[in-house]
Protein backbone atom coordinates (compact mmCIF):
# COMPACT_ATOMS: atom_id res chain seq x y z
CA UNK A 1 0.00 0.00 0.00
CA UNK A 2 1.19 3.48 -0.96
CA UNK A 3 1.81 6.46 1.32
CA UNK A 4 -0.85 8.29 -0.54
CA UNK A 5 -3.54 5.41 -0.60
CA UNK A 6 -2.78 5.38 3.17
CA UNK A 7 -3.27 8.97 3.57
CA UNK A 8 -6.33 8.88 1.30
CA UNK A 9 -7.20 10.91 -1.65
CA UNK A 10 -8.93 13.24 0.99
CA UNK A 11 -5.89 13.70 3.15
CA UNK A 12 -7.27 12.07 6.38
CA UNK A 13 -5.97 12.09 9.30
CA UNK A 14 -4.43 9.05 10.65
CA UNK A 15 -3.14 8.68 14.61
CA UNK A 16 -0.46 6.32 15.42
CA UNK A 17 0.03 3.93 18.82
CA UNK A 18 2.04 2.00 20.31
CA UNK A 19 1.36 -1.51 22.06
CA UNK A 20 3.99 -1.74 24.97
CA UNK A 21 3.19 -5.13 26.03
CA UNK A 22 4.73 -6.00 22.26
CA UNK A 23 7.12 -3.65 22.07
CA UNK A 24 10.78 -4.72 22.15
CA UNK A 25 12.58 -1.83 23.16
CA UNK A 26 14.55 -1.64 20.08
CA UNK A 27 14.68 1.97 19.19
CA UNK A 28 14.06 1.42 15.47
CA UNK A 29 11.09 4.11 15.52
CA UNK A 30 12.74 6.40 17.71
CA UNK A 31 15.39 6.58 15.31
CA UNK A 32 12.57 7.12 12.03
CA UNK A 33 10.57 9.37 13.65
CA UNK A 34 12.19 10.97 16.84
CA UNK A 35 9.00 13.75 16.57
CA UNK A 36 6.66 11.15 17.28
CA UNK A 37 8.25 8.37 19.06
CA UNK A 38 10.69 7.88 22.01
CA UNK A 39 12.33 5.62 24.37
CA UNK A 40 11.21 5.91 28.19
CA UNK A 41 13.64 4.88 31.15
CA UNK A 42 11.46 1.68 31.24
CA UNK A 43 12.94 0.71 27.51
CA UNK A 44 9.65 0.98 25.91
CA UNK A 45 8.66 2.82 23.39
CA UNK A 46 5.80 5.53 23.53
CA UNK A 47 3.95 7.88 20.96
CA UNK A 48 4.43 11.56 21.92
CA UNK A 49 1.97 14.40 21.54
CA UNK A 50 2.32 17.44 19.53
CA UNK A 51 4.32 19.51 22.06
CA UNK A 52 6.74 16.65 22.65
CA UNK A 53 5.17 15.17 25.88
CA UNK A 54 5.66 11.64 26.38
CA UNK A 55 2.43 10.10 26.27
CA UNK A 56 2.24 7.39 28.73
CA UNK A 57 -1.39 5.59 28.92
CA UNK A 58 -1.82 3.01 27.86
CA UNK A 59 -3.23 2.91 24.13
CA UNK A 60 -2.17 6.47 23.95
CA UNK A 61 -2.87 7.57 20.68
CA UNK A 62 -1.29 11.20 18.82
CA UNK A 63 -1.72 12.75 15.24
CA UNK A 64 0.48 11.96 12.30
CA UNK A 65 1.74 14.99 10.72
CA UNK A 66 1.97 14.04 6.80
CA UNK A 67 5.42 15.37 6.15
CA UNK A 68 6.28 12.88 8.73
CA UNK A 69 3.88 9.90 7.64
CA UNK A 70 6.52 7.89 5.22
CA UNK A 71 8.45 7.52 8.25
CA UNK A 72 6.02 6.55 10.90
CA UNK A 73 4.96 3.88 8.09
CA UNK A 74 8.91 2.66 7.78
CA UNK A 75 8.94 2.34 11.44
CA UNK A 76 6.08 0.50 11.86
CA UNK A 77 7.11 -2.16 8.98
CA UNK A 78 10.77 -2.30 10.92
CA UNK A 79 9.43 -2.76 13.92
CA UNK A 80 10.17 -5.98 15.57
CA UNK A 81 7.57 -6.63 17.84
CA UNK A 82 4.83 -5.64 15.55
CA UNK A 83 3.79 -3.07 17.75
CA UNK A 84 2.76 0.28 16.08
CA UNK A 85 -0.62 0.71 14.60
CA UNK A 86 -1.44 3.38 12.21
CA UNK A 87 -5.58 4.31 11.65
CA UNK A 88 -7.57 6.59 10.34
CA UNK A 89 -9.67 8.86 13.08
CA UNK A 90 -12.81 9.36 11.42
CA UNK A 91 -13.43 5.43 11.44
CA UNK A 92 -10.57 4.18 13.46
CA UNK A 93 -9.38 1.86 11.23
CA UNK A 94 -5.69 0.57 11.15
CA UNK A 95 -4.62 1.05 7.53
CA UNK A 96 -0.91 0.36 8.20
CA UNK A 97 0.33 -2.58 11.22
CA UNK A 98 0.07 -5.99 12.92
CA UNK A 99 -3.89 -5.64 12.21
CA UNK A 100 -4.24 -3.94 8.91
CA UNK A 101 -6.42 -5.38 6.56
Same mark, same amino acid.
Given at each position: ???Q?????????????? %??? #????? /?????????????? &? @????????? %??? #????? /????????????D? &? @????????????????????????????
Amino acid at each position: MSVQQVAGAEGEELEVWI %DQD #LCTGD /GICAQYAPEVFELD &I @DGLAYVKSA %DEE #LLQDK /GATTPVPLPLLTDV &I @DSAKECPGECIHVRRVSDRAEVYGPDAE
